[in-house]
C-alpha cells in the first residue's frame, strides 16, 4: 500500500465530487451519511475559520478508466474516512442550511463575526473565501487491497463510537457490504419499512437485514442461533466476511423482490422487531407457491389482530433480541401464517410443542426495567410494533 498527500482546496474537492465525478462517497463499509445534527454540522466550518484541528481526510487513489478533456488519464478519489466532513461542507456552501443559532463567533485579523443563523451565501466574502480555500489534510491509499481498506476504515474509527452495527458493517467485507447496502436503498427498506431517524441513525435497518440473513441461515442448519443482538449480528458479521455464497445472495434478493411485489407503501407493522421475522416467512411463502399479493392479504390480517395482550405481542417486549422470544415470534406467525394458508404440516406436532415450551421460558422472563447491558440498545430499537 502507498500513501501520499495532494493539498486540495475545499472548493477544489467540490468540483471533483460535483462537477468531474471522480471523488465519491460509494466505501460500502462506510457510515451512513446524515449522523451529524445541525449543530455539529456547524461547528466545522467554525473551526475551519478559528484554527482548530481538522482530523485528515483518507481516499483510496485509482484509475478507473476516467479521462480528461485532453484524454489524458485521470485518477478517481473514494473516501474512505470524511464524508460527513466533506458532504456537510459541500451542502453548506450550497446554502442548503444555515449555520446552527449556537454556533459561536470568529475572530479573524482582530475582527469579529457573528456567523449563527447565517447561510453561507449571508456570510462576508472573506469569510467565504477563507471556507473555500481551507486546505485539509488529505491522504490518498494506492494499490491497497480489501483487506486493508477494511482494517485502515476501522483502525481510524476504533475510538470514534462506532456502533455495533457499523462494526458488523466493516466485518462483512467490501464486497458483502456493498451487496448489503444495495438491497437497503431498495424499494422494500427505504419505502415499505418503517424506520425513526434515531434507528437510521443506529443503522438498524442493516442490523434488521442482517438479523433475517441469520435466521433464514438458522433454518438451514448453518447457524447456531444464541440471539439477535447486536453483539451477535457483529459476530456472524464476521463469520461470513465475503463468504456469502451466490445460492444465498439470490434466495436473499428473491425474498426481498417478493415483499416488493407485494407491498406498495409504508407499513407502520414492519418495524425492527418484526421485519426479520416477516422476511422469514415470506421465504415460507415462496417455498409455498403463495403469491406475493396474497401473502400482503396475510400481513395485513396479522397485523390488524395484533393487541398488546395477544400471543404475539409477549415476544415483543423487552429482551426481544433473546432466542426464546425470537423463536416465540416465529412459531406464533408461523402458525397464523400456515392456519390461513391451510398448509398441512407434518410438523405441526412439534411447532405446538415448541410454542409451550416458549410460553414457559416467556412465564419466567422478568419484564422489569432494562439492564444497561449490551443489548439495551436492542431494546430501544425493538419497541412494541405498534408503540
Known amino acids: 500500500m502507498k500513501k501520499s498527500t495532494i493539498p486540495y482546496t475545499v472548493m477544489q474537492l467540490k468540483k471533483m465530487y460535483e462537477k468531474s465525478g471522480i471523488l465519491d462517497f460509494d466505501c460500502p463499509i462506510q457510515r451512513r451519511y446524515g449522523m451529524w445534527d445541525d449543530y455539529k454540522k456547524s461547528l466545522l466550518p467554525h473551526s475551519m475559520l478559528v484554527g482548530f484541528v481538522i482530523p485528515p481526510l483518507y481516499f483510496t487513489k485509482e484509475n478507473k478508466g476516467t479521462r480528461d478533456k485532453k484524454n489524458r488519464p ?69 494499490e491497497c487491497t480489501d483487506e486493508e481498506i477494511e482494517e485502515m476504515f476501522f483502525r481510524l ?63 438451514d442448519g448453518d447457524y447456531e442461533l444464541t440471539s439477535i443482538s447486536e453483539g451477535q449480528v457483529t ?26 411485489d407485494g407491498f406498495d407503501q409504508k407499513e407502520k407493522f414492519m418495524k425492527v ?36 395482550d395477544c400471543a404475539y405481542a409477549q415476544y415483543c417486549s423487552t429482551g426481544s433480541v433473546k432466542k426464546e422470544k425470537v423463536e416465540g415470534r416465529i412459531s406464533v406467525m408461523s402458525k397464523d401464517f400456515r392456519d390461513y394458508f391451510k398448509l398441512n404440516d407434518n410438523n405441526n406436532e412439534v411447532e405446538e410443542t415448541e410454542m409451550e415450551e416458549s410460553d414457559e421460558s416467556s412465564e419466567q422472563v422478568t419484564e422489569s426495567k432494562t439492564p444497561l447491558t449490551d443489548d439495551f440498545m436492542d431494546d430501544l430499537d425493538n419497541e412494541l410494533p405498534f408503540c
Open 157 to 219: 474509527n476504533n475510538g470514534s463510537g462506532l456502533s455495533k452495527t457499523q462494526i458488523a458493517n466493516v466485518k462483512l467485507g467490501m464486497n458483502l457490504a456493498k451487496f448489503v447496502k444495495e438491497i437497503l436503498a431498495g424499494k422494500f427498506f427505504e419505502d415499505v419499512c418503517h424506520f425513526t431517524p434515531a434507528q437510521y441513525r443506529r443503522a438498524a435497518d442493516e442490523k434488521t437485514l442482517l438479523q433475517a440473513m441469520m435466521l433464514l441461515d438458522v433454518k
Open 235 to 260: 459476530k456472524y458479521a464476521e463469520k461470513l466476511h465475503d463468504s456469502y455464497t451466490d445460492e444465498k445472495r439470490e434466495r436473499l434478493l428473491k425474498i426481498v423482490k417478493y415483499l416488493e
Open 273 to 308: 422487531v418484526n421485519i426479520p421475522i416477516f422476511m422469514y416467512m415470506a421465504d415460507e411463502a415462496i417455498n409455498n407457491d403463495i403469491k406475493a399479493e396474497d401473502f400482503y392479504k396475510w400481513f395485513e390480517i396479522f397485523a390488524d389482530k395484533y393487541n398488546p
Open 74 to 142: 485521470v485518477s478517481n478519489y473514494s473516501c474512505i474516512d470524511g464524508q460527513h466532513r466533506l458532504r456537510s461542507l459541500f451542502s453548506f456552501i450550497n446554502d442548503e442550511y444555515a449555520l446552527h443559532p449556537e454556533t459561536p463567533e470568529v475572530e479573524i485579523d482582530g475582527e469579529t463575526y457573528e456567523i449563527a443563523g447565517l447561510k453561507f451565501s449571508e456570510l462576508p466574502e472573506e469569510i467565504q473565501q477563507m471556507i473555500n480555500g481551507y486546505v485539509f489534510t488529505n491522504y490518498n491509499l494506492e
